[in-house]
């Protein structure tokens, strides 16, 4: 079973800072996918990476995938307290999603 | 429907009661998954159904657990004599399809608490 392993597990930092919250895998990803979770309600996709390399930008997200598919950052550039939640990375087989134990994030006003 | 509806919210159970959760998932999805989650926690995989037919029930962590899906597309997952470690929020996903790109529709969850 892939494990991944997300750091770090807590942050919390002043609105307008910059970010970055990383996945690790023991073996690479097929693809992988990042979630946003916040409290009471279910994950919510943000993006999927599929290519050893790929970067993918929304809006002030940056998401990186390791060149050999078994790592994954995501940066944020100024913070919002909006941008608050647990951050999930998962990696997508054939048939489920395992994910990481996720990086819970904080922006104080 | 527009999204993944889940019910009840919250549901507080005597230990050795037996439950039922619900999940309408989004219309003519055919995946549906079930998952775990633990008070700070990522999600934990229970069981995965492509319409009525359960292909994965590797995650379930006992012969309490039991998922349905009869018709293919409500999904009812039942937990027997419950235990305090069944405490946790249990949510329900669904996708259209199982390709790299395709991601998961989440419901909001139901949070069990077992006293």
């Known amino acids: 079973t892939q494990l991944l392993e997300q750091s770090p597990q807590f942050l919390s930092i002043q609105e307008g800072e910059n970010l970055t919250v990383y996945c690790n895998s023991s073996s690479v990803f097929s693809s992988l996918q990042w979630y946003r979770q916040e409290p009471g309600e279910g994950p919510v996709l943000l993006v999927t990476v599929v290519t050893g390399g790929e970067v993918k930008k929304l809006k002030r997200l940056t998401f990186q995938f390791g060149d050999a598919r078994k790592d994954s950052s995501l940066h944020i550039t100024a913070a919002q307290p909006g941008d608050t939640g647990l951050y999930l990375c998962?990696?997508?087989?054939?048939?489920?999603?395992?994910f990481g134990q996720g990086t819970r994030l904080t922006i104080n006003p | 429907g527009a999204g993944v509806s889940q019910s009840p919210r919250y549901k507080v159970a005597k230990r050795g009661q037996d439950v039922a959760l619900r999940c309408d998932p989004i219309?003519?999805?055919?995946?549906l998954f079930w998952y775990q989650q633990a008070l700070g926690q990522g999600p934990e995989f229970l069981t995965y159904?492509?319409?009525?037919?359960?292909?994965?029930k590797s995650g379930l962590p006992s012969d309490r657990f039991f998922a349905e899906r009869p018709e293919g597309s409500v999904s009812t997952l039942k937990i027997q004599r419950t235990q305090q470690e069944d405490s946790a929020v249990y949510l329900c996903a669904s996708s259209s399809g199982q390709g790299a790109n395709y991601g998961y529709t989440f419901g909001s969850g139901t949070r069990l608490t077992v006293v």
């Open positions: 998962a990696s997508k087989g054939a048939q489920k999603l395992v």
């Open positions: 219309s003519g999805h055919v995946s």
């Open positions: 159904f492509q319409n009525e037919a359960q292909l994965d």
